[in-house]
Each structure stands twice: as C-alpha cells, then as structure tokens.
C-alpha cells in the first residue's frame, strides 16, 4: 500500500514510543543463553522474526531446521554466532533475497577460526548458511573494528561460552554505542567485560547469571517525532518511556536535533550513529541547512544502499545532495525543480519511509509507497501520525526497483 500524506499545522500530542528494538534484540539472545524474564520487548518484524527462530527446535536427532529471518539483518547476525555454539542443531539461516546480498563472511570467518562448522548454502560470503551446533573455543578473537557492530556483538554475546578472554577490534572503530550496549548488557546478565582502547577483556570464569530486565523505549522512533517538531515548531510532542542516561548510542539525536534552528552548515560525523542519517539529512534539506555528514559506512548494507536511495529520493523533491567516495552526504544548497506530485521509494527500508513522511509539512499530497516497511522497527507508527493530525489516503503504488 502506497500513502498520499497531508501534515497539520502543528502537533500537540503524547506519543508512547516502541520499545528498542536493539535492546530487545540483544536481550533476547542473551535471555537464551541463560534465562530471565523479559518485560517490554519490542514487538515489531525484527523482533519477531528472531523470537520465531530461538523458539524454532533446532535439535531433533537427525533434523535439519530451517530458520527464515526475512530482513531482520540484527537476528541474521545475532543468529549465525547464536546456533553455532547451540549443540546439537543444525539449521539453515537464510532470509530475503536482499538478505541474500548482504555479505556475512567477516562474522562466518571469525567463529570458523573459533572452531564454528558453518557452511554456505548459496553464494559464498552470503547468506543462506548451513550451521551446525558445537562446543566452540577460543581465547582470543580478533575482528576488524570497521565493519557492522552487529558482527561485533554476535562475537561478544557468545564469547564467555567459548572462554574467551580478550576480544580485539583492529583499525578504527566504527558504531561504538552499539558495542557499548552490548557490553553493559552483558555485565547486567553477570559477564563482567571491560574495553580498553581496541581490546576488550572477559574473566576467565565468565558465566551469564539469569536477571529480569525491562528493555526502555527507542531514541531512533524518536528521531522522527524531533524531525516533524522541527518542521512544525509551534507543536508540543511529549515523547514518552525515553531514558536520558541511555544505553542507545541513538539518543545522541536529542543533542542533534537541537542544533538544528541555526543558519550553520551542519558537519557531523555519524560514524557512531549511522541510523540516525536519514533523519538528519532529509531534515536538514527540509530546512534548508547546507550539511556535510562523515561516517556512513554502513549505509551501503543497509536494508537498502541508504546513500543511493536519500540521493535519489531528495533529489525528487528537488534536493541535489552529493555522494563522496569518503562514505559521506553534502549538502551546499543546490536545488533542482521537484517532482509535481512527489512520489518516494522505499526500497523496502523502514527508515525511508519514516523519515520522508513529515516531509507532508513542505509537500503536501507527497506520496511513501510500500508503507507497511515500517512494521520492521515501529508497526504503529501511521496510526501514531494519524493521531497526530496527518491525514492518510491510500493511493495506487507506483513500485521502484530495490537498490
């Protein structure tokens, strides 16, 4: 379904967040290995999906248990590192087919070398994959601190069962929030880890204690609500369930967004925050902020190459921002005349959507097709904008090619 969308002239309204979904994910594989109860899960597709699959049997004497993750690239990482050390299974991982194109072989080596039998089911570096469950050892990891945190805290929940004691991320680090968290999580469940610079030590009689745990609510939704009251600023949105000392790297975005009502180019570097981009660059142009943005890496295997998609999109409404070699957006103000009646690709990522929508406020009747992508991190978030004031109309889809 494909929405046309007309914003209100301001917003009063309390909005009660989605629960994080980074949080919940990482919860719920340590929850597997050790027990607890959880409160405040997220219940979103990501969720879900990784739900489904630790409740899958992935045990039975001579089965082989096929585990499907669809676009839940967090579960497909988390997973892999998960079932190779759950003896006794054997399944087969696998998921969409942009799932499919999304490289794995940086997390598939590393447990290898630790010992892991995973093979590749089709493509090789890429899922689906072919893992068998075995007792996996390892004193000493070592992985390239540049690449997706999400390899990088599959490797961490499951070393203190390999009795791993030290951890090595080589080069510079990208998305340290994201291993931040994982870390305090661990030491929540027991595993008193520390990092020092590059390396990340674990005591050698490391073990996960069960704990009941309440996962807070998600500084990434939130980062829509801060772009539509700074398109709207006459609104008053309370944004609920938000925790000011956050383990989410993304609650960087309230000091963001703060800066947002001057006239200065906007330079920043994300490399910490990457999925806090396409809020940031789609309301900087909105509000004509030049910019240039440092540190996205990562948004090229994203549920979508992030940096083609916000070129092309922008540039439909009339925005000529620019791609660098360095992984980075600018911005000097250059425009180009819009679309008439503006019509945005998705391409299947939820962020696309989310962030393009309060864009209603500049151009109203723009249309987000295959809106139900938002189901991934944030389900209510269309009855939340409707709720708001925003006005809806479902209207024929106009279906781009995935990136």
Known sequence: MDYRIFAPDKIVMEVELPASKSISNRMLILNALCGGELHNVARCDDTDAMRRALATNTTASGAVATVNIGAAGTA??????????????????????????????????????????????????????????????????????????????????????????????????????????????????????VMNGNNISIPADAHYVPCDFTVENDWSAASYWLEMQ???????????????????GDSAVAGIFSRMGGTAPIILDLKETPDLAQTIVVTACLLGRHFHITGLRTLRIKETDRIDALCTQLRRLGYIITAG???????????????????????????????????????????????EVVSKSYPDFWRHLEAAGFTLTPCERRKEAPK
């Not at 700074?230 to 989410?248: C, V």
């Open 76 to 193: 497909m990482r988390f997973l892999t590192a998960y079932y190779a050390t759950l003896e006794g299974s054997t399944v087969i991982l696998d998921g969409t087919e942009r799932m499919r194109h999304r490289p794995i072989a940086l997390l598939v080596d590393a447990l290898r070398r630790c010992g892991a039998d995973i093979e590749y089911a089709g493509e090789e570096g890429f899922p689906p994959l072919r893992i068998t469950g075995r007792k996996l050892s390892a004193s000493h990891i070592e992985i390239a601190g540049n690449v997706s945190s999400q390899y990088i805290s599959a490797l961490l929940m499951v070393a203190p069962l390999m009795g791993c004691r030290t951890v090595t991320l080589t080069g510079e680090i990208i998305s340290l929030p994201y291993i931040t968290m994982t870390l305090t999580l661990m030491r929540l469940m027991g595993v008193d880890c």
């Open 230 to 248: 700074s398109l709207l600023p006459q609104s008053r949105i309370t944004l609920k369930g938000l925790h000011s000392e956050s383990a989410q």
């Open 325 to 371: 070699d360095d992984f980075s957006l600018s911005w000097n103000g250059e425009r180009c005349a819009p679309e008439p009646e503006p019509h945005i690709s998705t391409f299947d990522d939820h962020r696309m959507a989310m962030a393009f929508a309060p864009a209603a406020v500049l151009f109203p009747g723009i249309v987000i097709d295959d809106v």
